[in-house]
């Protein structure tokens, strides 16, 4: 299928390291802040979101943290595993419910 | 299925044609999304639908596109006078409910080409 983000940011990881991903937000209106994973030819996946008043939520393997004062937001994965190598979308959601995605990140792991 | 369905998965057409896209979503998910991406970029909103009507369609361009979703379970993407720049793939979505952490799942979208 067509590849996802051929002009996207790439990190570069080993496998079994860990990846931090980054994305700044603008909108303080935001409720949730939420990640995606899209693989090539696939609609995104959910992975993580956290509330606007936490800072901090875990899951299995990622953790996202969330900094309101400087606005900005960012995905950990422990371990990177090959089955990470995708595009990773952080979006927010306000009222409505509609999602706004921010630009991704292209995550390879070097095997 | 347990996914979002999308056909077709790949439509060409030429310029000026008339396009609709299916999303056949989950059952039982209330609220249904359709959203649009272009190469290198992240989904873009064009509406959602909170059972049949639609809830916000802020996103949709201008007058040459239309949704529906009749029954409050599929939906249609219309796409009238297609220009090449609407060629992009078109995601539809849908959640259990609106609002809160409700989860949205995606289909595999539908890869328009408008030659």
């Known amino acids: 299928g067509e590849s996802v983000g051929l002009h996207l940011p790439t990190l570069s990881v080993q496998e079994g390291d860990n990846s931090i991903i980054n994305c700044a937000y603008s909108?303080?209106?935001?409720?949730?802040f939420i990640w995606y994973k899209q693989e090539s030819g696939k609609g995104p996946q959910f992975i993580i979101d956290?509330?606007?008043?936490?800072d901090k939520r875990q899951g299995q393997r990622v953790t996202v943290l969330l900094n309101k004062t400087v606005k900005h937001l960012s995905l950990q994965i422990a371990a990177t595993q090959p089955g990470d190598s995708a595009v990773y979308f952080c979006?927010?959601?306000?009222?409505?419910?509609?999602?706004?995605f921010g630009g991704g990140t292209r995550v390879l792991v070097k095997p | 299925g347990a996914g979002v369905s999308q056909t077709p998965s790949n439509k060409v057409t030429e310029k000026g044609k008339y396009v609709e896209l299916r999303c056949d979503p989950i059952s039982g998910h209330t609220a249904l999304y359709w959203y649009r991406q272009s190469l290198g970029q992240g989904p873009e909103f064009l509406i959602y639908f909170q059972g049949t009507g639609a809830a916000d369609d802020s996103g949709l361009p201008n007058d040459r596109f239309f949704a529906v979703r009749p029954e409050g379970s599929v939906s249609t993407l219309k796409i009238q006078r297609t220009e090449r720049g609407d060629s992009a793939v078109y995601l539809c979505?849908?959640?259990?409910?609106?609002?809160?952490?409700?989860?949205?799942?995606f289909g595999q979208g539908t890869r328009l080409t408008v030659v």
């Open positions: 956290i509330r606007s008043n936490m």
């Open positions: 979006a927010f959601k306000a009222a409505g419910n509609k999602l706004t």
């Open positions: 979505a849908s959640s259990l409910t609106v609002g809160g952490s409700t989860e949205a799942f």
């Open positions: 909108n303080s209106a935001s409720d949730y």
